[in-house]
């Protein structure tokens, strides 16, 4: 059984209803929630000695909602799933929500909390009626009580089109997500392409938002990866207080 369809059992179990309430969740899993001053992790997960119940700590300087709660889903993950044998989890910065840790048990705990707090049935609905979209973000960040990048994120995992997500910061590309048919190759530790309207809002730091029609080439610099007919529409929004922007990428054509 793969960590999504733990979750979504879990879910059924406790009919629960979306968004998740995570204290009832914890409550009935016997976890205690409790949040710490730490600078050492975002989050943790102590069971107790017989393995039933246990203790789940975050970071009490995490504000952002969405992002605190992800970070207990993580580990209510680290708690059920069998992988992890039920040990103790100590999880930085770089373990949760990461888009594919490559540590396996990171790896598993994310896709167990994204399926708890985002499940794929629902989402899609909201996907597909708006694409690859800061709309369909927009909607799912907020009824899900999500961060805006997570639901970003799912939007691009659930999608059946041509479309990519792609994080920048300070005008370098950082990491991207791709759809499962995007064709692309996209460069990390590069800089945005000049005619792209992520570089755009960077000279335009009081816009939040742009969008239009691009070249490939403005992303995926090789030739082989930009026929000369193809357009992208994106969709770049800079987030405030992150100093990133996420850009959506979609193929035209």
């Not at 605190?68 to 993580?74: D, E, L, Q, V």
Request: glycine share 8%.
């Amino acid at each position: 059984m793969n960590p999504e369809e733990f979750a979504r059992i879990l879910l059924s179990r406790l009919n629960a209803k979306q968004p998740a309430d995570l204290e009832a969740v914890a409550g009935a899993l016997r976890l205690r929630i409790r949040g710490v001053n730490s600078t050492g992790f975002v989050g943790a997960m102590f069971p107790a000695e017989d393995g039933i119940g246990g203790l789940i700590s975050v970071n009490a300087q995490i504000r952002e909602s969405g992002r605190k709660r992800f970070t207990i889903a993580h580990e209510i993950g680290h708690y059920v799933l069998p992988v992890n044998l039920v040990a103790p989890s100590v999880c930085s910065l770089t373990d949760v929500g990461t888009w594919g840790s490559a540590n396996r048990f990171e790896r598993a705990a994310d896709i167990f909390a994204t399926e708890l707090l985002l499940p794929g049935q629902e989402v899609q609905r909201i996907v597909s009626e708006n694409g690859v979209t800061i709309t369909s973000a927009e909607l799912i960040k907020s009824a899900f009580d999500v961060s805006f990048t997570a639901a970003a994120y799912r939007c691009v995992e659930l999608t059946k089109d041509e479309s990519a997500l792609v994080v920048s910061v300070k005008g370098v590309v950082k990491r991207y997500k791709p759809s499962a048919s995007w064709r692309y190759r996209i460069f990390t530790n590069c800089a945005l392409g000049r005619y792209t309207m992520a570089r755009e809002l960077l000279h335009h730091p009081g816009t939040r938002e742009l969008c239009g029609t691009v070249s490939p080439r403005e992303w995926a610099s090789e030739g082989k990866y930009t026929e000369q007919s193809a357009e992208l529409w994106e969709e770049s929004t800079y987030q405030i207080g992150y100093g990133t922007i996420l850009s959506f990428l979609t193929v035209l054509n």
